[in-house]
């Protein structure tokens, strides 16, 4: 089956360091894969999203690559700031299902600080 | 335009009981979708539903079932509640059935305590 393994938490880093989380898929088709955020309180936000084998995917300074070769797509970012604080969630969908389901890592906190 | 929505936001039920939660997908969109999250883990797929019928279910009990309506809105029921049914709902919507370029919205859940 399907399955996503994220770098555990929790991770805290200084307010411009940079930030990398790894995450490493095994899946029986071709997916998509994504980076969903979660802040204190609130539900899931799409952060970044890769269709193919060598996308990248970017938005608000993260990155990931989707390599097919290493089955990854790790999370990064160059300077983080006290507002990234969050869980961090990567996930996959597989279109060879008739559902159009999405596959969680167990996340990952990260706490900025100032 | 309003995102996804789910009522209750918060609840609290006794061991043995039943609850129906509910979720307004954002307009314009069929497909609906329901996950648990269990805290310190992340999200697991319960159901999907498109244009009214369930198209996908993940590893749960019969105990849980959905509905969606001719509105796209959806109910899911949890019968017989357990400790261990303790955790955040999830609603998500989507365009379409299995398009892989449509993403996929969530809602900010409702938090169910079962004790």
């Known amino acids: 089956g399907n399955s996503v393994t994220q770098m555990e938490g929790p991770v805290t880093l200084s307010e411009e360091a940079f930030l990398t989380i790894n995450c490493t898929y095994t899946a029986t088709g071709y997916p998509s894969l994504f980076w969903y955020v979660q802040y204190p309180g609130e539900g899931l936000q799409l952060l970044l999203k890769?269709?193919?084998?060598?996308d990248k995917g970017s938005n608000k300074g993260f990155e990931a690559t989707y390599r097919k070769e290493t089955t990854s797509f790790h999370l990064e970012k160059g300077s983080v700031q006290v507002s990234d604080s969050a869980v961090y969630f990567c996930?996959?969908?597989?279109?060879?299902?008739?559902?159009?389901?999405?596959?969680f890592g167990s996340g990952t906190q990260l706490t900025v600080l100032p | 335009d309003a995102g996804v929505t789910q009522s209750p936001t918060h609840l609290i039920k006794t061991r043995g009981q039943h609850v129906t939660l509910r979720c307004s997908p954002i307009s314009g969109h069929k497909s609906v979708s329901w996950y648990q999250q269990v805290l310190g883990q992340g999200p697991q797929f319960i159901f999907q539903?498109?244009?009214?019928?369930?198209?996908g279910r993940g590893n749960f009990p019969d105990r849980f079932s959905a509905r969606q309506f001719p509105n796209y809105s959806s109910e899911l029921n949890v019968n017989a509640l357990l400790l261990g049914d303790s955790a955040l709902y999830l609603c998500?919507?989507?365009?379409?059935?299995?398009?892989?370029?449509?993403?996929?919205?969530f809602g900010e859940g409702s938090w169910l305590t079962v004790v």
């Open positions: 539903y498109y244009e009214k019928e369930e198209r």
């Open positions: 890769a269709t193919k084998a060598d």
């Open positions: 996930a996959l969908s597989d279109p060879s299902g008739s559902a159009r389901q999405l596959t």
């Open positions: 998500a919507s989507s365009l379409a059935s299995t398009n892989q370029e449509n993403t996929i919205y």
